[in-house]
């Protein structure tokens, strides 16, 4: 196993020392691998999520391009008209 060497001003390294005092973690070594674990899982997460965001507006741009989905200014002004509608006491019909 390889050994790395880190700096860090006295509240972190205060920080660190009192997780391992409470008895979250055996050392410091076994907190900054926990750090570690986490910040690859976060990139993983995240890297999937993108991936799944760009599938989804791919998809959509699709669906567009075959004539499905609304016109968003048509949308918006249908829902504005409906707000009016009801601050004003008329229902919609």
Same mark, same amino acid.
């Given at each position: 196993?390889?050994?790395?060497?880190?700096?860090?001003? &006295?509240?972190? %390294?205060?920080?660190?020392?009192?997780?391992?005092?409470?008895?979250?973690?055996?050392?410091?070594?076994?907190?900054? %691998?926990?750090?570690? %674990?986490?910040? !690859? =899982?976060?990139?993983?997460?995240? /890297?999937?999520?993108?991936?799944?965001?760009?599938? =989804?507006? &791919?998809?959509?741009?699709?669906?567009?391009?075959?004539?499905?989905?609304?016109?968003?200014?048509?949308?918006?002004?249908?829902?504005?008209?409906?707000? !009016?509608?009801?601050?004003?006491? /008329?229902?919609?019909?």
């Amino acid at each position: 196993m390889a050994t790395m060497n880190v700096s860090l001003p &006295d509240p972190l %390294r205060d920080y660190v020392q009192n997780r391992i005092d409470s008895g979250q973690y055996a050392s410091v070594s076994d907190y900054v %691998r926990d750090l570690i %674990r986490r910040d !690859q =899982s976060a990139i993983v997460d995240e /890297e999937r999520w993108l991936k799944e965001l760009d599938a =989804s507006i &791919d998809e959509s741009l699709q669906e567009m391009k075959a004539g499905g989905g609304h016109d968003l200014d048509e949308v918006c002004d249908t829902l504005i008209a409906d707000i !009016q509608k009801t601050a004003s006491g /008329e229902s919609r019909q």
